[in-house]
């Protein structure tokens, strides 16, 4: 009988570890609550875990110092991290357990759905990862009956050689760059919250740094985002497609709320095969894009549905906004990098998003296009019949 993947969740209060625990009782995995960081990382010593539920603020040794050690030694780094936390959700504090390691952030009460989605999400990661050990370990038992296990194993490093050692130099650039701008904003936050009083026209500027620092961090994000599209260490697997939306939507949940967006979710195409962390980038980025190019005044309204199927294969999921718009003759122009068609001024942007997006739907072998409505914009994704998994 397979083992079931084991989940670490680390928090000084018991009641939480106990509700926390009876939210994620029906989900197939096995749950090891323990009450501090050290006590975590006595069980990361014992037991292998495919993710940690870290309560940030603990007496003695915090969640940031516990990640910390976790993501310095060579066994654990590589083990999933999201933070869950009664603290303030400022850039500021969110910004550290980022770059302390965190994958993720959960403020409390926690919402249960989405907790439950976020393990769920990683359960499904775990369970792909198994099946394909398991794969390449019958292929090279298969390999060795046959005399071709060394075969197998070059051209299997061969093929993936190239696209990690992409995705490797990608990150390594980003990291370098983003460095310098860490350091410059925390530099400047301190000093615009320290209690020495300011000239007006010093903190002036401090807010000008930090605003195009910010912008500067943006785009090296996007350009990552960018340069990671169509690059994948992860096999396409079957993806629940709502579930890929619904995390998106997650992710942009403050944002959702500071807007009061009108979000309106239709019929969907259900399983697809897919890289889903792509997709849910597809989305994410489609639905970010809806939010921002909005008129002064105006509440966004995003829609995102299955349109009626017009050819036997066809599939069309269609993700429309009452914003601005966009110029009919610049649609075909809005999916090229760094092409910007609104002011920079107006609206911030790294001009990669629509072009992320772009790279992703060809990763899949789907088209997107963009239409013009009468108020607003509908980007429409086209996947094929074949790609589709649904009874």
Known sequence: MTEKPRLLIVDDDSKNLHSTKRILEDLPLSIKTVLSGEEALRALVKDSYFLILMDVQMPGMDGFETTSLIRGSVNFQDIPIIFITAISKEDKHVLRGYEGGAVDYLFKPVN?????SKISVFLDLESKKRKLEMTIEKLEKAGEELGIKKELEFSNKELNKKNQELLVYDHMVAHDLNAPLRNIISYVSLIMESESSLDMEIESYLKHIDKNSQRARNLINGILEFSAADKSNELKEICDIRMCVDAAIDNLDSVIQEKNVQLIIGDLPGEINCVSIKVQQLFQNLISNS?????????????????SQKAENEIKINVEDNGIGIPAEKLKEI???????????KFEGSGIGLATCKKIVEFHNWEIKADR????????IELWESESVNE
């Open 373 to 380: 409505l009468k108020e607003g914009t509908k980007f429409v």
């Open 291 to 307: 939010i921002k190019y909005q008129s002064d005044g105006q509440r966004p309204e995003v829609k995102i549905y299955m349109e």
């Open 335 to 345: 999916f090229e990098p760094f092409k910007r068609l609104q002011s920079v001024a």
């Open 112 to 116: 249960p759905v989405i907790l439950k």
